[in-house]
């Protein structure tokens, strides 16, 4: 979203200009933009920022939770169908078996959860599995009031008998594969654990005590992902990256479209996946979808669709999304209408939940008073949050203030030039190009004349105006031991 500029942070009256940088007072004025100084420190507020796009390389971590209570099957049929009360999936053959003996009559009291496999009923007096979460839901054994149907009667006994899942983790924890996925699938096929399915699909991906095979990788993650959906899994703003096994293998499955990983790259794919997510109730991948459709990746470009997400997963407290919401709403877009008073409502919220860019944004109201009294102290903290938070803005907006000093922040060459470039490593023009100058000035640190053409090159790349002169005055200046270092630098590599 473009911001007005705001102004500088930084005195440009600080420097003092190179020799052949900058001109005297008596010397007659040029008129060639080679000749012109611009080697001064500078700090352009804000620009648009663009959306985080999902990185395809970024490792999923698994959250060893299971989910989808009796709602499992293991039918292609119901790939994608909703849940309804007249619509029970299937028992599996394992549960049937378990449930019912060759009478075919219920082994369990209705009444009660604990049983025998010979049919006789008992009260159970608890173990240290009691209450445990398979499949998706945790049945209390100790609640007589829950009626349970013969299902989930059955589900309850087999897992807090079953062995096989724990069994599956020791094995994976010793790095003994093959023993690990045989447990995982008996694990899957007995109670349908989601992670165990999840886990199989990691093993065939990964190539752990199988061939490397993505085909089974996929199966196994749809096998989880695609089951229908009950009900959103609950979302903890405190802990939002948090997944459940379902989410991940959606998730997991959107990755390895978007990325082409054993399989042709198709982003139509990716974005249906992070729809299934979406859907499973993991807001971090309904913030994704919105970033898709803004994009438009794996779709046309769909603004409403994009701003739906975002609203959707912005409600729910999650701050990446309030923050993207909020940058459609400061100035207004499409048919979406400018409200600044409720995009900085949203700055604020994604702010107080860590988000970055709404701590920078938030400091720039201080910082300028834009809907907000001016308050260059609470500016500054915005400034210092965002900036630890990884904001690249706002590195270079707190360079700039340790590089030009006040009574709320001292004086700091050193500290602004480790600032400057932390923020220019990550292609920021500004910070790249006021780097360049304290390397081309020895400000902050010895002076170094290559280093200095090598940040105007990479501010120029990045757009900014003044750095191709820059870069050309610069190395007017070198030795020639100077350049023949350039030269190797920036030599093709053969």
Avoid at 254 to 265: E, K, M, N, S, T
Wanted: hydrophobic share 40%; aromatic share 12%.
């Amino acid at each position: 979203m473009f911001r007005k500029m705001l102004g500088t942070v930084c005195a440009l009256s600080c420097f003092m200009a190179l020799p052949v940088l900058a001109q005297t007072k008596d010397a007659p004025a040029k008129s060639t933009d080679d000749d012109k100084d611009v080697t001064e420190v500078t700090v352009l507020l804000k620009k648009e920022r663009a959306a985080p796009i999902f990185d395809a390389n970024r490792p999923l971590k698994s959250f060893f939770t299971s989910s989808d209570g009796c709602g499992w099957y293991d039918n292609p049929a119901w790939e994608f169908q909703d849940w309804a009360p007249d619509k029970p999936r299937p028992m599996t053959a394992f549960e049937k078996a378990y449930v019912y003996d060759f009478t075919g009559k219920s082994r369990f009291d209705e009444k009660t959860i604990g049983a025998t496999t010979d049919g006789q009923t008992t009260q159970d007096s608890g173990s240290a599995e009691e209450g445990m979460t398979f499949g998706g839901g945790v049945i209390p054994p100790s609640d007589e009031d829950a009626p349970l149907t013969p299902c989930e009667q059955a589900r309850y006994q087999i897992a807090r008998r079953d062995k096989s899942l724990s069994e599956a983790f020791a094995f994976y924890e010793q790095k003994q594969y093959p023993e690990a996925r045989a447990r995982f699938e008996t694990a899957y096929g007995k109670v349908g654990y989601d992670i165990a399915g999840l886990m199989l699909g990691d093993m065939y991906r990964k190539g752990q005590g199988v061939p490397r095979d993505m085909a089974k990788a996929i199966g196994w993650y749809r096998k989880v992902a695609e089951k229908a959906i009950h009900q959103q899994e609950p979302f903890d703003p405190k802990n939002p990256t948090a997944m459940s096994p379902r989410a991940e293998a959606a998730m997991m499955l959107a990755q390895i479209y978007l990325a082409g990983d054993g399989v042709p790259r198709d982003f139509k794919n990716g974005l249906r996946y992070v729809e299934q997510a979406s859907a499973i109730g993991y807001v971090p991948a309904t913030k994704l979808a919105g970033d898709f459709y803004y994009k438009g990746i794996g779709a046309p470009r769909n603004l409403k669709k994009a701003v739906k997400n975002y609203e959707t997963a912005a409600l729910l407290g999650y701050a990446p999304a309030q923050y993207a919401w909020a940058e459609i709403l400061y100035d207004g877009e499409g048919e979406v209408r400018a409200d600044p008073a409720k995009a900085r409502e949203l700055y604020a919220l994604a702010a107080r939940g860590g988000n970055a860019g709404a701590q920078y944004q938030m400091a720039v109201f201080y910082d300028t008073g834009d809907g907000v009294k001016a308050d260059a102290k609470t500016a500054l903290i915005y400034y210092k949050d965002a900036a630890l938070g990884g904001d690249a803005d706002a590195q270079n907006a707190i360079g700039s203030w340790f590089y030009q000093g006040d009574a709320l922040l001292p004086k700091d060459q050193v500290v602004a030039r480790k600032w400057f470039e932390t923020a220019a490593q990550t292609g920021h023009s500004e910070a790249a190009f006021n780097l360049a100058v304290m390397y081309a000035k020895g400000e902050g640190g010895a002076k170094d004349a290559v280093k200095a053409w090598l940040w105007f090159d990479v501010a120029r790349r990045a757009g900014h105006p003044n750095a191709a002169v820059a870069g050309k005055q610069i190395e007017a200046q070198m030795t020639e031991v100077e350049k023949a270092e350039l030269a190797k630098i920036i030599a093709p590599k053969t």
